[in-house]
Nanobody, 121 residues
Framework: QVQLVESGGGLVQAGGSLKLSCVAS????????MGWYRQTPGNQRDVVAT???????TYADSVKGRFTVSGDNAKKTVSLQMNSLKLEDTGVYYC???????????????WGQGTQVTVSS
C-alpha cells in the first residue's frame, strides 16, 4: 500500500519561513509528478506548486517568488520551501504524488495526511 508521510508544518509569524517535506513509501515504482495543495475550511483543495519528473515546476500566482518546490524521484521525496509567509498562506497542506505502484501498469493519485500551517500576525 502506498503511503505519503508529511512533516514540517507548524505555527510561524508573518514574514517567516517553513519547509514542508513528504516521502512516499517504496511501493511507488515510478513518479509522473509531485506537488503540494492547500485547503482551508469550507474551500476546495487548491494547487500550490507542482513538479514533474522532468523537473518542470508550476506555482499558484499567490506564491510565485516566495515558495519553491523540489523533488527527488529516486528518493521519492517532495519538499516545499515557503518564505515570506503571509496570513493567507494558512491552511492544511497536502502532499500529492501521481505515480505507478510496483507491479501495476497505471498511474494513480496519492495524498498525504495533511499538515497544518498557521501564519500569525
Amino acid at each position: 500500500q502506498v503511503q505519503l508521510v508529511e512533516s514540517g508544518g507548524g505555527l510561524v509569524q508573518a514574514g517567516g519561513s517553513l519547509k514542508l517535506s513528504c516521502v512516499a513509501s517504496a511501493t511507488i515504482f515510478s513518479i509522473n509528478s509531485m506537488g503540494w495543495y492547500r485547503q482551508t475550511p469550507g474551500n476546495q483543495r487548491d494547487v500550490v506548486a507542482t513538479i514533474t519528473s522532468g523537473g518542470t515546476t508550476t506555482y499558484a500566482d499567490s506564491v510565485k517568488g516566495r515558495f519553491t518546490v523540489s523533488g527527488d524521484n529516486a528518493k521519492k521525496t517532495v519538499s516545499l520551501q515557503m518564505n515570506s509567509l503571509k496570513l493567507e498562506d494558512t491552511g492544511v497542506y497536502y502532499c500529492h504524488i501521481n505515480g505507478r505502484p510496483r507491479y501495476y501498469s497505471g498511474y494513480f493519485d496519492y495524498w498525504g495526511q495533511g499538515t497544518q500551517v498557521t501564519v500569525s500576525s
